[in-house]
């Protein structure tokens, strides 16, 4: 286990808190390892009905931790954790709602194309540096941000890394509210509560009516795994993590 990720239960509620703010909530392969346990045990247990997905003020995530991403690829050998949460997220079978705040950079952004509802703050701004990092889109985001958002948004997001305020992201659908920042943990919290008290039965039907045919979503999460790893190995992205990681030392 690993203290950057905090769960706590609060009723029927499942609250799965990214908690690493020294590094703005970036992943380790341990953070996903532990909320992918979340997931499942949440979606196991009958006395959860809803997940929640929180960060610290000011940092919903910054992304994989880039620091892992120059491990595999320099070394060539890939830890499986962050590619288990992906799946996780797409198969997930409980109601799952997300409160960012601030930082909301790579899977800080794509996780919320999986939350069946999303709110932020107005300084809360998405980003998706994949191409900028030689990196190509993942979790399903190639597949799901047309759908969401149109494909200009999607390409303007997704390939240009352009980032996206809260107020553009909920003009495009990409998230549900925008919410002062003092009121962003009750109002996730209320809407989960919202969900929880519905027939489970009926909202699990409808959500799964809702939801992309899960075998579509998991092709494509493996498609974009396979350019991902390979593009890991370029010499395109070994520059920038490179530059990254040495920036403080220039
Ligand atoms: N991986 C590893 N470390 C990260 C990180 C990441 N994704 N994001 C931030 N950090 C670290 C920084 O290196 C810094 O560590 P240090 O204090 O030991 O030097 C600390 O977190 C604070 O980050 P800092 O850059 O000083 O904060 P900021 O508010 O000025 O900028 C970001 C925040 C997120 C805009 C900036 O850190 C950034 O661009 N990070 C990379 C994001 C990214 O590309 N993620 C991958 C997407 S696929």
Redesign the pocket.
Known sequence: MTEHILIERQGAVQIIRMNRP???N?LTRAMYAAMTAALAEGDADPSVRVHVFLGVPGAFS??????DFLAFATSGKFGSEGWDFLFALARAEKPMVSGVDG?A??IGTTLNLHCDLTFATPRTVFRT??VD?G?VPEAGSSLLAPRVLGRQNAFALLALGEGFSAERAKAAGLIHEVVAEEALESTVLNAANAIAARPPQALKIARDLLHEPREELVARIELEKEHFKERLRSEEALAVLTA?MNR?KA
């Open positions: 020294d590094k703005k970036a910054s992304g994989n931790d880039l620091a930082i950079v790579g540096p994949f990092l990196l990254f403080k």
